[in-house]
């Protein structure tokens, strides 16, 4: 996805309109300057394109402060990161020499900008602020008031002009996108030379030497399998530096473009809740995962391969479909039975259920089943049931009344399609929809 960066100085309301894009408070607001020191990132959708949006510290020029050299940086690499910036100045005060600083800085930098005048609420302040907005030399400038909520859905129309569409195609080339993620130093770059042949990524015993990601293809019986090794992803307490930053955005945007990601887990630690949180946005993206225990060749000797699936059973419930494999990135041990596992999954993720057996499952199965109900003699009901086309498999049951229907009584429904088909290593969607509804 493309990368949308708010730039401007403090206390111009750059996190309030973060928090418009997104529709939640994402972002500290507060109306003393600077509050803002690292990059914020969240995930967005306009007009129907899907993009990153990242809120950056306030640029402060020539002023001192203690954060002044880090915020700076901060933006630069942003800057240089993005695909199209918003300029935010502040309506009321006008055009400053710092904003005349920053908007050299942004037409040097050769990237498409749209300039939103914040805080502005009346016609007087308006007109003001365009004639001397315009010599900051930006032909797109909008009026915005982030407080009221005026405004920022005709500033994202320009935004959004500027993105591209969508350019991840899931049949591009015949090719399976295989992604190589985890927390820093698992032995993802390792993992990459071996599939690649050649040291294309740098490897170190120093965490976090990946900082971008890395394509290479690799021929496999006549599949075309493109590995994508990422860098690390970090708590976002340790995400202090430029680089490391945006090496999180780029390992998630790896995710995006990939079919299905190898996450690789530390042999001496495999279950962290870094491990855990990127599991699930693997899970929610709907890609197919296979957990690659990697380091195998320095675990204890006693220790038991039964040992360790039963430990990731354990500590990761919501991804018990998840294949494993346990490997010697350095040795060379199992490497052999990753491309099979890929192939398999990514097979699994395009497999597709007849109408009538899913039917029959609602008819033999779902018919015996305790349905969930409100408590006052209201009960679940599901009359029929179709696969939605595409991957992950997506399910839509039709039903009497879908907010009937419990959590648990979901993972009975996911339980259910696993016993028709193989779906090993790839999540299940299910929707429910009140019967006679019409489709979105």
Same mark, same amino acid.
């Given at each position: 996805?493309?990368?949308?960066a708010i730039i401007g100085r403090p206390n111009v309301g750059k996190s309030?309109?973060?928090?418009?894009?997104?529709?939640?408070?994402?972002?500290?607001?507060?109306?003393?300057?600077?509050?803002?020191?690292?990059?914020?990132?969240?995930? =967005? /959708?306009?007009?129907?394109?899907? !993009?990153? &949006?990242?809120?950056?510290? %306030? $640029?402060?020029?020539?002023? @001192?402060?203690?954060?002044?050299?880090?915020?700076?940086?901060?933006?630069?690499?942003?800057? =240089? /990161?993005?695909?199209?910036?918003? !300029?935010? &100045?502040?309506?009321?005060? %006008? $055009?400053?020499?710092?904003? @005349?600083?920053?908007?050299?800085?942004?037409?040097?930098?050769?990237?498409?900008?749209?300039? =939103?005048?914040?805080?502005?609420?009346?016609?007087?302040?308006?007109?003001?602020?365009?004639?001397?907005?315009?010599?900051?030399?930006?032909?797109?400038?909008?009026?915005?008031?982030?407080?009221?909520?005026?405004?920022?859905?005709?500033?994202?129309?320009?935004?959004?002009?500027?993105?591209?569409?969508?350019?991840?195609?899931?049949?591009?080339?015949?090719?399976?996108?295989?992604?190589?993620?985890?927390?820093?130093?698992?032995?993802?770059?390792?993992?990459?030379?071996?599939?690649?042949?050649?040291?294309?990524?740098?490897?170190?015993?120093?965490?976090?030497?990946?900082?971008?990601?890395?394509?290479?293809?690799?021929?496999?019986?006549?599949?075309?399998?493109?590995?994508?090794?990422?860098?690390?992803?970090?708590?976002?307490?340790?995400?202090?530096?430029?680089?490391?930053?945006?090496?999180n955005v780029r390992t998630y945007q790896a995710i995006d473009r990939c079919?299905?990601?190898?996450?690789?887990?530390?042999?001496?630690?495999?279950?962290?809740?870094?491990?855990?949180?990127?599991?699930?946005?693997?899970?929610?993206?709907?890609?197919?995962?296979?957990?690659?225990?990697?380091?195998?060749d320095l675990e204890n000797k006693k220790a038991q391969g039964d040992g360790?699936?039963?430990?990731?059973?354990?500590?990761?419930?919501?991804?018990?479909?998840?294949?494993?494999?346990?490997?010697?990135?350095?040795?060379?041990?199992?490497?052999?039975?990753?491309?099979?596992?890929?192939?398999?999954?990514?097979?699994?993720?395009?497999?597709?259920?007849?109408?009538?057996?899913?039917?029959?499952?609602?008819?033999?199965?779902?018919?015996?089943?305790?349905?969930?109900?409100?408590?006052?003699?209201?009960?679940?009901?599901?009359?029929?049931?179709?696969?939605?086309?595409?991957?992950?498999?997506?399910?839509?049951?039709?039903?009497?009344?879908?907010?009937?229907?419990?959590?648990?009584?979901?993972?009975?429904?996911?339980?259910?399609?696993?016993?028709?088909?193989?779906?090993?290593?790839?999540?299940?969607?299910?929707?429910?929809?009140?019967?006679?509804?019409?489709?979105?």
């Open positions: 996805m493309s990368i949308v309030s309109i973060f928090n418009r894009i997104l529709g939640k408070r994402a972002a500290i607001v507060d109306d003393q300057p600077g509050v803002t020191r690292d990059r914020l990132y969240g995930e =967005a /959708e306009w007009y129907g394109k899907k !993009f990153y &949006v990242v809120d950056t510290g %306030g $640029i402060m020029s020539a002023t @001192e402060h203690p954060f002044m050299d880090l915020v700076a940086k901060q933006v630069d690499l942003a800057l =240089a /990161e993005s695909d199209i910036v918003i !300029f935010v &100045v502040d309506g009321r005060e %006008g $055009i400053t020499p710092v904003d @005349e600083d920053i908007a050299l800085k942004l037409r040097k930098s050769g990237k498409p900008v749209v300039v =939103a005048m914040n805080k502005l609420d009346s016609t007087k302040l308006e007109d003001q602020t365009f004639y001397e907005a315009y010599s900051l030399g930006f032909d797109e400038l909008f009026s915005t008031s982030a407080e009221h909520n005026s405004g920022i859905s005709e500033l994202m129309e320009a935004v959004s002009a500027h993105l591209p569409e969508d350019g991840i195609d899931e049949d591009s080339e015949g090719e399976i996108r295989v992604a190589l993620v985890g927390r820093p130093n698992v032995g993802k770059s390792s993992l990459f030379n071996r599939f690649a042949g050649e040291d294309r990524s740098m490897v170190s015993d120093i965490a976090g030497t990946t900082r971008d990601v890395v394509d290479s293809v690799v021929d496999y019986n006549g599949v075309r399998l493109r590995f994508l090794d990422t860098a690390g992803l970090r708590k976002k307490s340790k995400v202090d530096t430029n680089i490391e930053y945006y090496s079919h299905v990601a190898l996450v690789l887990l530390d042999a001496q630690d495999p279950a962290t809740e870094q491990d855990k949180r990127l599991v699930g946005q693997v899970l929610e993206r709907g890609k197919g995962i296979i957990l690659v225990v990697n380091k195998w360790m699936t039963e430990l990731l059973l354990d500590e990761y419930p919501f991804a018990k479909h998840a294949l494993h494999v346990y490997i010697s990135a350095l040795s060379g041990r199992s490497l052999g039975k990753l491309p099979e596992y890929i192939l398999q999954v990514e097979e699994n993720r395009r497999r597709r259920i007849s109408t009538s057996e899913l039917n029959r499952l609602v008819r033999e199965t779902l018919a015996f089943e305790q349905m969930p109900g409100d408590g006052k003699g209201h009960s679940l009901k599901i009359f029929y049931c179709t696969q939605a086309d595409g991957a992950p498999p997506a399910f839509i049951f039709f039903v009497n009344d879908p907010k009937l229907c419990s959590s648990s009584f979901k993972r009975r429904l996911d339980n259910c399609l696993r016993m028709l088909g193989d779906f090993n290593g790839v999540p299940i969607k299910i929707f429910l929809r009140e019967k006679g509804a019409k489709s979105e």
